[in-house]
């Protein structure tokens, strides 16, 4: 039903933690914290074990009553590893988040310990090398170009519906017109997919006045909204509608 998460800068614009600098080559560098707010002990743990089907909403479930602001499924040349990072809302709720462990996903026991936040960092500057969206900021092995992976895309067949996806979960139908507002789109040909409780899955998808539009959108493919870099693919009507009707459970 969903998907595993997408690989993306782990920063939420609302939580402190994530102060991002702008000092850094750019204009933007995902692992400075902005100037005056140093925290004594930044509140992620790992995973270990998972199952390999997991996602990022299995991780909220097993979670569940504590303050999530960021999950990273750590993938390995592509493939998910068992592996996790997950970010809280402060100490105290990683404390607790640190009593889960043993305690089973499915039919496995999930390892729940404590990291540090260079740990965290680290994966996630390997999730964006791999993705080649930095492609000079990060040593590592060759990847595909951004411009490699637009050709791939622009072979798929293309509805008038875009699916968007890494959105950061404070994301709001006005972000989504605004990202597209050379567009000019409604605000009734937007829809930010929720799970059952009414949290944002991270995702969105927008309907366009024609599939030609909607690949000529695609030019913003990996473009920016808030702190996190947004992805972009071809969707259609009916993946839509199954997705608010999930929000609707």
Do not use: W
């Not at 614009?13 to 560098?29: E, K, L, Q, T």
């Not at 040909?189 to 944002?200: E, L, N, Q, S, T």
């Amino acid at each position: 039903m969903y998907e595993i998460g997408s690989k993306r800068p782990r920063m939420m614009d609302s939580n402190p933690y994530f102060a991002v600098s702008s000092s850094a080559a750019g204009g933007y560098h995902p692992y400075s914290y902005g100037s005056g707010f140093q925290p004594s002990t930044f509140p992620v743990v790992r995973l270990r074990g998972l199952p390999f089907n997991c996602t990022d909403i299995d991780i909220f479930k097993f979670f569940a009553g504590l303050e999530i602001v960021d999950v990273l499924l750590v993938n390995k040349s592509g493939r998910f590893s068992g592996e996790a990072f997950v970010v809280f809302a402060g100490p105290m709720q990683a404390d607790l988040a640190l009593r889960r462990d043993r305690q089973n996903m499915g039919r496995r026991y999930v390892e729940v310990f404590r990291c540090k936040k260079q740990e965290y960092y680290h994966a996630v500057a390997a999730e964006v090398n791999y993705e080649g969206i930095y492609d000079n900021d990060f040593h590592g092995s060759p990847t595909p170009s951004r411009s490699k992976r637009f050709s791939d895309k622009d072979q798929l067949e293309y509805t008038e519906i875009l699916k968007l996806r890494g959105l950061p979960f404070s994301a709001t139908k006005s972000d989504v017109l605004d990202f597209f507002r050379e567009y000019k789109l409604r605000n009734d040909k937007v829809h930010i997919a929720c799970r059952p409780d009414g949290k944002a899955t991270g995702e969105a998808f927008v309907e366009f006045a024609s599939a030609e539009e909607a690949k000529n959108a695609m030019g913003k493919d990996k473009m920016m909204i808030g702190s996190r870099y947004v992805e972009l693919f071809p969707s259609t009507p009916d993946e839509a509608r199954r997705a608010e009707s999930r929000s609707r459970q």
